[in-house]
């Protein structure tokens, strides 16, 4: 059982880190985009890492929040963004996870349809926080060139050639999208950020050791 309530992410990652565990294969891949990515920071200030996924609602926007968090907690000069081939909303499910996981969501900009959320965690350097809201890949908040990771099957079909990617690469999570409406959707979306958070975790670690 994943316990919930953490009042900040690296509480949620220390609560999680007994169950850290992670397929040979997914080494295989992450220690690939650990390998790229620490060559792109080596030649470059800051590297700008966007996650796509079709709707830009439940699996990029985890990564992109973890992505923040992780790559501050090892003083990564590393940028996260999200993106998809279409515009739906930030899911009401993924905000919950991701307030479970110690992330603090307010609400910037209204709409039923696509909310604009101001995402934040605090620790000893201060406030740190960012922009969370569906949109296409190319949506001008997202800072070109950058390092594309896809997270599900569909957006790794469906997405065009992007000139502005300097490295894509693909990293397929199971959707929770399946577990709305059940009274296990709360559960099964936690274990989606539990599972994107021990990755980037382990993905950033390679890096930071790499550079």
Not at 38 to 65: G, P, W, Y
Not at 110 to 117: D, E, G, K, L, T
Request: aromatic share 12%.
């Amino acid at each position: 059982m994943i316990k919930t309530g953490a009042t900040n992410p690296n509480e949620f990652l220390k609560n999680v880190a007994e169950d850290l565990t992670i397929t040979s294969d997914r080494e295989v891949i992450l220690k690939k985009i650990a390998s790229y990515l620490a060559s792109e920071i080596n030649q470059k200030d800051t590297v700008n890492l966007t996650f796509i996924c079709t709707h830009n609602s439940r699996r990029s926007q985890m990564a992109q929040a973890w992505a923040f968090f992780i790559a501050d907690l090892f003083s990564l000069p590393i940028q996260s963004f999200s993106g998809g081939t279409e515009i739906t909303a930030f899911h009401r499910n993924t905000v919950k996870a991701l307030q479970e996981s110690g992330f603090h969501f307010k609400i910037k900009d209204y709409s039923h349809q696509n909310p604009v959320y101001t995402v934040s965690y605090e620790n000893e350097t201060g406030n740190h926080e960012f922009l969370g809201f569906s949109k296409t890949y190319d949506h001008t908040i997202n800072k070109k060139p950058y390092f594309v990771i896809t997270t599900c099957d569909s957006a790794d079909q469906n997405c065009p050639f992007i000139p502005e990617a300097s490295f894509r690469f693909h990293l397929p999570y199971n959707d929770p999208k399946s577990s709305d409406g059940t009274d296990k959707q709360l559960e099964t979306y936690l274990a989606t950020s539990k599972k994107i958070a021990i990755e980037l975790y382990f993905l950033f670690n390679q890096v930071k050791n790499l550079i």
